[in-house]
Each structure stands twice: as C-alpha cells, then as structure tokens.
C-alpha cells in the first residue's frame, strides 16, 4: 500500500512528505538529525516533511547527496535506484 501511494501521488507536496518522512523513519532519526546531514536546519526541512512547504529543488539535491537518494524518487516515488537497505522497507 504504501508503494501505491508513493508512486500515485507523484510530486505532490503530501506525497513528497510521506516519502521524506518514511525514509528518515526507515533510518531512525530525528527531523533534527535527518536535515543536519543533509546540511539543513529543522526550521527549513520541517514544513517539507509536513507538506506545509514545497520542497526546493536546492533542498532537494542536499538530500539526494545526503542519503543516496535519486531526485526521480523523492520527486516522483521511482524505487529503482535507492539503497537497498531502504528499498526494502518500502
């Protein structure tokens, strides 16, 4: 189920969120320690994760470094090329 809404809703701010929020989940952390690795404070990544707030492109890259994360999924949802560890949990 979970694969369906991240696929469906494409780049839609809720769908973003849910996809940003269920892979710091999968790596336990906090929002805090989720947006510090990804050179970001919490004030900044916060509304991204509770689709207050589009992410921005800029935001986007920072994770995508950060977490090996392609722009293709936390765009759009496409799996095929994320860290196994975190495409499982998916």
Avoid: C
């Avoid at 510090?36 to 994770?63: C, D, F, H, M």
């Amino acid at each position: 189920m979970m694969l369906i809404m991240l696929e469906e809703l494409e780049d839609k701010p809720e769908a973003i969120a849910a996809r940003l929020k269920r892979v710091r989940e999968i790596l336990s952390l906090s929002k805090k320690d989720f947006a510090a690795k990804a050179e970001l404070s919490e004030q900044v990544y916060g509304p991204w994760e509770n689709a207050r707030r589009p992410i921005t492109y800029e935001g986007a890259k920072k994770i995508r470094k950060a977490y090996d994360l392609s722009l293709e999924f936390i765009y759009f949802g496409k799996i095929d090329d994320l860290p196994h560890r975190i495409a499982k949990e998916l």
